[in-house]
């Protein structure tokens, strides 16, 4: 049965003079996105998806580069957008994504609301797959959609318990291609 594979971008230079869709992998999450090209788990990919923020563009061209696979970039796979707020410290960009998760039906301090993030990365993730030819697929996007996206998989309410570990990305998840029952949860990209 064929796999889908939601990554992650790894860690990224934070710049608060750039908004942040354009923010660069840092040295950090080069050498894990190079690290991820050893997993066996990707080798049997036969497609790859991307967003089109800066992050997860360099690191489905890593993945393209070391598989000879083309990247498909899709708009609808950018994170839940912030930019009402823009660039926010670690404390202060901790407690809105608190508070974006646990009122999913508001628009926190004017972001996208939750649910509707939610719709969007479940629509897209729908038309990747049914655009996608045959086999695995690994889709590079962000770690909010992907929680969203592993709640609506999983059929739970929207939680940010299903948030992906650590802070500084980098992590995967996969699910069946055909009746997206989840294979597991959030593990880092570059290891086993």
Known sequence: MAIVHFITH?????DPGIPVPEWRLSARGIHRALAMLEQPWLRPVA????SAERKAVDTAAIL???TGLDVTVLEALHENDR???GY???????AMADAFFARPTDSVRGWERAIDA???IVAAVDHVLAQAPPGDVAIVAHGAVGALLLC???AVPISRAEDQPGRGGGNRFAFDRASRALRHGW???DRR
Not at 10 to 14: A, L
Not at 47 to 50: A, D, H, I, Q, V
């Open 10 to 14: 790894p860690d990224v230079h934070v």
């Open 47 to 50: 497609s790859l998806f991307g």
């Open 64 to 66: 393209a580069a070391g």
């Open 83 to 85: 930019s009402a707020t």
């Open 88 to 94: 926010l410290p670690g404390p202060a960009f901790e």
């Open 118 to 120: 939610q719709a969007r």
């Open 152 to 154: 609506a998989l999983k």
């Open 187 to 189: 593990r880092p990209i």
